[in-house]
C-alpha cells in the first residue's frame, strides 16, 4: 500500500511559478510510474507529467516547455515544477504512483492551483 500527499498548490499570478510535491509513504516509489494529473471544474482528469522508472518523461503538449516532473527515490518525493503559469493551469492536481508489473495504482487526494490576477 502506497500513500500519497501532495502539497504546494496555492493561488499564483499569471506568468507566475509553483512547484508541487508528492511524498510517499508505505512503500519505494522507484518501482512506480509517478505521474501528475489534473482536473478543472467540469472537465475530466487529464494527465499533465509522468515519469518512468528509468527515469524518461512524458509531458501533455499544453504543459511542454512550462513544466517538468521529477523524482528523488531518496526522498520517496515527485515534484511538479510549473512555470509561467496560466490561468487554464487552474485545476486540482493529483499525484499517481501506477505499475503495471503488479498491478497497483494510488491516488493522492489533490492539491488545488489557482492561477489569477
Known amino acids: 500500500q502506497v500513500q500519497l500527499v501532495e502539497s504546494g498548490g496555492a493561488l499564483v499570478q499569471p506568468g507566475g511559478s509553483l512547484r508541487l510535491s508528492c511524498a510517499a509513504s508505505?512503500?519505494?516509489?522507484?518501482?512506480?510510474?509517478m505521474a501528475w494529473y489534473r482536473q478543472a471544474p467540469g472537465q475530466q482528469r487529464e494527465l499533465v507529467a509522468a515519469?518512468?522508472?528509468?527515469?524518461?518523461?512524458n509531458y501533455a503538449d499544453s504543459v511542454k516547455g512550462r513544466f517538468a516532473i521529477s523524482r528523488d527515490n531518496a526522498k520517496n518525493t515527485v515534484y511538479l515544477q510549473m512555470n509561467s503559469l496560466k490561468p487554464e493551469d487552474t485545476a486540482v492536481y493529483y499525484c499517481?504512483?501506477?505499475?503495471?508489473?503488479?498491478?497497483?495504482?494510488?491516488w493522492g487526494q489533490g492539491t488545488q492551483v489557482t492561477v489569477s490576477s
Open positions: 499517481n504512483a501506477n505499475s503495471r508489473i503488479i498491478n497497483k495504482d494510488y
Open positions: 508505505g512503500s519505494a516509489i522507484s518501482i512506480y510510474t
Open positions: 515519469i518512468i522508472r528509468g527515469g524518461s518523461t
